[in-house]
């Protein structure tokens, strides 16, 4: 009987996105996020944080929709520029490069691309059904947590951050902790009294987290690629029905990597804080693993498009099931969006699916139909969106500085809010510079009240004592997941140490 | 490479400090209402202070690399740097008079004068054409008013 009820959701869902509002809006949706993935230094994050001011005017359901659309085009484009230009369009597609660029030199772009294309839509449309199931069961479960089993989840969050995140642990967890710190920065949630603002009244209404999020990823990306300066070549291509068909026929005997893919992608997506890109660099380490030839990676091999490509794609659907269900974002662009919830007026959580049924069924319904009309989109205008990487740095840049201020200023049409802008792309091109992860801070950013109100009501239910996180048995099993987590990089470096010093052994 | 680690985290460390004067104003421990509202901003800044002073021990024992001799930002760089930082900061501190529209204008004209050194036609037209279609999107459809700056206020509304 439940899942009857799910299709009957799912059809009323498909009714809410096929409005031709809603299906201008995924249009509109993904040509603005193709155009931001195919573009380097203008990320998925910082392009939905961008949007998000225009969407306060439109409904909640439509809005949703609108980022979601981006954040799928953008997924989509990234691998344009990584296979034409051997530049990752996005993050999540640097994986695709390794054995993209090799294709597209040996004269095959266009398997290369139709390669990436279809693997991203598999990926996704197997993920949006998983989504689609897992979801309701996950909201029902998620209605009986009380705060202990909240702040477990959260624990579990920032500590997938720390175990699989990559790069140094103690910067990853001091960018959460950092990201922590500044979400007091305001009003104490629970008592009500100002705090952590010097006596500001600016500083009252809190640290805005789109601000910080538009600088760190926006800013910041610029300063990176300026001083590097910028040079895109590329490769020019056209996809005719003849690479495509033959492309297609390759298909089936990638099955395993596409099936392994996609349940990886999907579950690294739905772990709090971990969005495509590490889905995507781990999904190709395997990939090359199980290959039978794995010397032929990074020479050209079409599996090593398909597998990254299907993860990425497979983990930004999965990113959103927490989001929806829990209130937590999967990844820092699921993160902004969720910022955008509170902005709708609408309390993120497993509420959601009882008092706002067209809200998140017809964001269901829209991921099947985005990624239906995304991937014919891309397959048709691969020209056209390349042709976008034309454009002279000289404009860009000083575009993409103008979009971001106007970006900052909207969300709270403070004026001061520029400067928090300047200076976080400043502090976030030092520390990308450093190596610290700016992701880790911004979900912090996001989940500071969260966690903060968990934590301390849990210790009120609990008299002060933290025997309350070891007698709940959910909240034990999450904390003890997220404990391991946090252990992972010190058992790696202990197992590293003990065997013969094998250099870039992880890499891949 | 390695004095610039070292500075980022004695940099951290004198923001927590910063915050933890802060979060001691308020009350850190046990109170009637369960923790405190200082309680959570407190043990925050003290592990970001031990996470700092571990990332500098272990930039310490790092062993030394070509990587970590070299400057922090390539000497080539600055120039370039400065040239999307420099005018950013002027833009701003006169945004009560210019605006977004006219500060992009200007914002935009000036980078692909000085930096992209296009030709003056083409910067004339995305200069004028970029921030009038921005005006259309944001001031006339979305109703999203954005600072305008006293000089277009002047001009389009007589004030």
């Known amino acids: 009987m439940p899942l009857l009820g799910v299709f009957n959701d799912l059809l009323f869902g498909l009714g809410v996105a096929l409005t031709p509002v809603n299906m201008t809006i995924v249009i509109v949706g993904l040509i603005l996020g193709t155009a931001i993935g195919v573009l380097p230094g203008l990320g998925g994050t910082n392009g939905v944080a961008l949007l998000l001011p225009l969407t306060f005017t439109l409904q909640p359901t439509s809005a949703i929709i609108l980022l979601a659309s981006v954040y799928w085009g953008a997924i989509f484009g990234g691998a344009i520029t990584s296979i034409l230009f051997n530049i990752p369009g996005e993050p999540w597609s640097v994986a695709t490069t390794f054995d993209g660029h090799p294709l597209a030199k040996q004269g095959k772009p266009g398997v290369a691309l139709t390669a990436a294309f279809t693997s991203s839509f598999i990926g996704a449309l197997v993920a949006i059904i998983l989504f689609t199931f897992f979801a309701p069961p996950l909201a029902e479960l998620a209605l009986r947590f009380g705060p202990p089993e909240n702040f477990a989840v959260l624990f579990l969050a920032f500590a997938t951050f720390a175990g699989l995140g990559g790069g140094s642990p103690t910067k990853t967890i001091l960018m959460t902790l950092l990201g922590l710190l500044l979400s007091t920065v305001g009003f104490d949630i629970i008592t009500g009294q100002p ?26 990306e610029i300063f990176l690629t300026v001083e590097e300066g910028l040079r895109l070549e590329g490769i020019r291509a056209r996809l005719g029905f003849r690479d495509v068909w033959e492309t297609w026929k390759l298909f089936p005997r990638y099955t395993a990597t596409i099936i392994r893919s996609t349940i990886l992608g ?6 709090p804080g971990t969005g495509a890109t590490p889905a995507s660099f ?5 990939a090359k693993q199980f290959s039978k030839h794995p010397e032929r990676f990074g020479q050209g091999e079409v599996e090593g498009v398909i597998a990254p490509e299907t993860a990425a794609h497979a983990a930004g659907i999965g990113a959103l099931l927490p989001m929806v269900t829990l209130g937590i974002p999967g990844s820092p662009t699921a993160a902004v969006m969720l910022a955008g919830f509170f902005i709708w007026g609408l309390n993120p959580g497993p509420l959601l699916f009882q008092t706002q049924r067209d809200f998140v069924w017809g964001l269901i319904g829209s991921m099947y139909i985005a990624n239906v009309i995304g991937v014919i989109m891309v397959l048709t205008l691969v020209p056209v969106f390349a042709a976008i990487n034309r454009i002279p740095f000289g404009i860009l840049a000083p575009l993409i500085v103008i979009m ?7 969300t709270n049409n403070q004026i001061l809010d520029l400067w928090f802008m300047l200076g976080s792309g400043v502090a976030g091109y030092l520390f990308k510079k450093l190596g610290y992860p700016l992701a880790p801070l911004v979900v912090a950013l996001v989940l500071g009240d969260m966690t903060e109100q968990a934590l301390r009501q849990s210790l009120i239910m609990g008299q002060g004592s ?13 904390l003890a997941a997220g404990l391991f987590l946090f252990l992972l990089p010190a058992l ?13 052994e992880s890499e891949a | 490479m390695r004095r610039a ?43 970001v202070v031990a996470c700092a002073v571990l990332v500098w021990l272990q930039s310490l024992r790092a062993p030394a690399t070509p990587e970590g001799a070299a400057p922090f930002i390539p000497a080539g760089a600055w120039k370039s740097l400065l040239a ?44 004028a054409l970029v921030p009038l279609t921005l005006f259309f999107i944001f001031e006339r459809w979305f109703l999203l008013p954005l600072p305008m700056g006293v000089i277009l206020e002047y001009f389009l509304y007589g004030r």
């Open chain 1, 195 to 220: 705090r952590m603002n010097f006596g500001l009244v600016s500083l009252q209404s809190g640290v805005n987290f789109i601000v910080i999020a538009i600088g760190l990823f926006g800013l910041g």
């Open chain 1, 266 to 271: 999907f579950w690294v997506g739905v772990l």
């Open chain 1, 282 to 286: 781990m999904s190709y380490g395997l």
């Open chain 1, 404 to 410: 971001s201020s106007i970006g900052a200023y909207a």
């Open chain 1, 466 to 478: 933290l025997a309350i996180f070891v007698t709940r048995p959910i909240t034990a099993g999450f």
């Open chain 1, 492 to 504: 790696r470096a202990l197992r590293r140490r003990g065997r013969a010093p094998r250099p870039a």
């Open chain 2, 5 to 47: 680690e070292t500075l980022m985290a004695l940099a951290l460390v004198v923001g927590a400090g910063v915050l933890l004067r802060e979060a001691l104003r308020l009350s850190v421990r046990w109170t009637s209402a369960g923790p405190g509202a200082g309680f959570f901003p407190f043990w925050l800044t003290l592990g």
């Open chain 2, 84 to 127: 999307v930082f420099l005018p950013m900061v002027a833009i701003l501190a006169a945004i009560s008079y210019l605006g977004i529209y006219l500060g992009g204008a200007v914002y935009l004209a000036g980078y692909m004068w000085l930096v992209g050194r296009h030709r003056w036609q083409l910067i004339v037209a995305v200069s």
